[in-house]
Every structure is written in C-alpha cells, then in structure tokens.
C-alpha cells in the first residue's frame, strides 16, 4: 500500500520547472511608434513576446542576455545589447526607448554624437538624416525578428490659425517642423520673423513646442495701432497683410545639406470698426475765402467748398477726400480731391476752391475713400444741392 501511495503522488504531482519559450514560431512581433523619425527624435519600440510571459516565475526584461539578444542599430552603426522590460509582472509586452542623436544643423551646430545606455529608458543612437533605424530579435537556434522605421528630414509648414484678424485682436502662429524637435526630453524653442506692411522690420518671435517631442511649435502675436513694435506686439493698420517666415534647413532629398527653403505664410488684419464707420463726414457747405459761410452764390465769383473729416478710430488713417460737381443734366463739371493723413480720435476740415461759371442748380457730392486706386468707402457719400445766379 505505500509503494502503491508513493507511485501515485510521482505520477499526479504537478512538477514546476521554467518553461522554455517555442523558437521556431514567429510569435513576438515588434512595433515602432512612428512610420518615420527625424534625426533627433525619440523611438518609442515594443516587443509582444507573450512565451516570455509564461513561465511561472515571469521574465522581467529581455534582449540583453544568452536567452535572446536584441540589436538597434542603423546602416552607420550598430548598438547592442539592447533591454526591453515590461510595465507589469503580467504583460505580455516588452518595451524600450532609444533617442537618436543626429545633426541638428537648423542652427549650424553639431548635437553631441553618441552611441551610449543600454535601455530600456536610458540610450543613444548616431543616425544620419537620411537614414533608417533596426531592431533586430535574435532568438536561439537562429531565429531572427527584424523591425525598421525610416529616418528623414522633412519640408516644414507654418501657418497663421485664422485668414484675417481683427485688430484688436490676438494671432496664433504654428509652425509644424519635426527636425526642430532637438532635444525629446524638453521643450524646444524657435524664432519666427513677423512683419506686417506697416512695419517692414517687423519683429522675431519665439515659438514654443507644445509638448515634448511633439514637433509642432505655437507663438502668439498681439497687435498695436498706437505704439511701436516690441517683444510679441507687432505694429498694424487694419488692411495690412501680416507676414511670418523663417528658413528651414533640414529638407529631404533631393536637396542636399547646403541647400534652404523659405517657409513662410500671411492674413489680413481688418479693422474692429465697421468699414463705414471708420471715418465720418459732415455735410458741405460753402464760403467765401476768409471762412464766412455764404448764403448766395453767382457765377463767376470763386468760393470754397468746405467739408469736416473725424477720425472714429484710435490709429492714424490714410484717406482721399473728393468732391465732384454735376449741373442740373448730371454732367461732371468739377472733380477735384485731397489725399491725406488724420490722427486717431481727430477732427479735420478740408476745403477746395470752385467757380461756377454758369448759373444753374448744381448738386455737390463728397466722397471719403482709403486711396484713388483701391476706391474702398471710409463713410458713406454725402451729398448737397446749390442754385447759382
């Protein structure tokens, strides 16, 4: 009976011993977090090795041992052993994070090179721009995974967020530019040239990245009809064009390391005010040379038509004022303008000489536009009706 008990605990016991992962079956796929990186980016690389997961006393890390070896490596250089370990005792996914360290040459400096750490959250790769990056899994009995990512300048893009802004109002720039993104582990700066047709100068500003490693870079503009432009406050008349620019140096083939490209892009900055309301005018009136508002009026006798401008708004406006003159069969028999300047907030009278050299009705009309070319209202037309003797 004991022979027979002892027989029966050897052959029913569970017997626990570490189970050797399956080799010869493709199982542990490998992922990169990005379908391309830049030269200085961060790669983000998992390994889904679920046989690595099933042994009873659960494998911490992988790749830098004799069960299996990982490399990382580009067509320069080669980095190896490499650790993957996983975020929990029961997952089934190995992770590791590798920065690349290439030429930054936006600003015409070197980072400093270096192949160096071991993973999983510490190392460094050298990759060239144009370039790719491997993860190679090497299993016993000559199993191999391979996974790559290819690594590449790109052609930038920056834009305001909006196609016109009120002037009153705030501008958001965003540049979009993964080659600036020098350092993953913090947040990079770059400076942006902004100008606007009344300020050619313009000013630089400093774009900030909106996250770690993000790439895409966010500067905000405020701007000012009354002062002088400074730090992030740009000078504007509503109806400039604003400008942003700046070089991009890190493009893709087939353009080579000398070689640059301007990006660059604009909005319209329109007024607060109502295009209408921007100016007002006051009914004419005429008088003689010293100023005296005259009653009568004859032919022959020179007298001026005299009109009143106010400026509603707080900024210098350019502005034509003019007056033409029909008879009483709606034929031009005068046209005559003044083209000016009037402060924000000012009231200004404006005058021109007329003798009429026929006696008649004759309707006076007076016109407020920016300029003889564009011809855009700044106040409605008025208009006023005189008999000559």
């Known amino acids: ?52 997961n099933s042994d009873r006393y659960l494998i911490h890390s992988i790749g830098d041992d004799e069960d299996g070896t990982i490399k990382i490596s580009t067509p320069e250089f080669t980095h190896m052993p490499f650790e993957f370990t996983k975020p929990d005792l029961n997952s089934e996914m190995f992770t590791t994070e590798v920065i690349l360290d290439g030429f930054s ?13 071991n993973g999983p959250m510490s190392g460094f790769l050298k990759v060239d721009a144009d370039s790719s990056i491997t993860i190679l899994f090497e299993f016993e009995n000559g199993v191999v995974l391979t996974k790559s990512g290819p690594t590449q300048w790109s052609i930038d893009t920056i834009q305001f967020s909006e196609e016109n802004y009120l002037s009153d109002k705030t501008a958001l720039l965003r540049v979009i530019d993964p080659d600036l993104n020098l350092n993953p582990e913090s947040l990079d700066r770059i400076s942006i040239k902004v100008s606007s047709n009344s300020d050619n100068a313009g000013i630089k500003v400093n774009a900030i990245e909106t996250s770690k490693g993000s790439g895409v870079f966010i500067a905000t503009i ?62 004419i009136f005429l008088s003689d040379a010293s100023g005296n508002q005259l009653k009568s009026f004859s032919t022959n006798h020179q007298m001026q038509i005299v009109g009143n401008i106010t400026n509603e708004q ?14 009483e069969n709606n034929f031009v028999t005068s046209v005559s303008w003044i083209q000016g300047e009037i402060s924000g907030n000012q009231t200004l009278d404006v005058s021109q000489s007329w ?28 208009s006023t009706s005189v008999f000559v003797k």
């Open 105 to 117: 040459h936006n600003d015409d400096t070197d980072t400093t090179l270096r192949t160096t750490g």
């Open 222 to 283: 405020t701007f000012t009809q009354n002062k002088s432009s400074s730090g992030n406050r740009l000078f504007v008349i509503p109806g400039d064009t604003i400008f942003a620019k700046y070089g991009d140096h890190t493009l893709p083939k087939p353009y080579s390391t000398s070689d640059n490209l301007e990006i660059k892009t604009s909005a319209k900055i329109v007024a607060s005010i109502p295009p209408l309301k921007k100016l007002q005018i006051a009914p």
């Open 1 to 52: 009976m004991l022979i027979l008990s002892l027989a029966f605990l050897m052959f029913f016991s569970p017997i626990f011993a570490e189970q050797i992962p399956t080799y010869d079956i493709q199982y542990s796929p490998i992922f990169i977090d990005k379908t391309v990186y830049s030269s200085t980016d961060k790669d983000m690389m998992n390994i889904l090795a679920s046989t690595w």
């Open 355 to 382: 003798t009429p050299t026929l006696s008649g009705t004759y309707n006076i009309e007076s016109y407020l536009w920016n300029s003889l070319t564009d011809s855009i209202p700044l106040s409605p037309p008025l």
């Open 314 to 327: 707080n900024f210098k406006q350019k502005f034509i004022y003019l007056i033409q003159v029909k008879d």
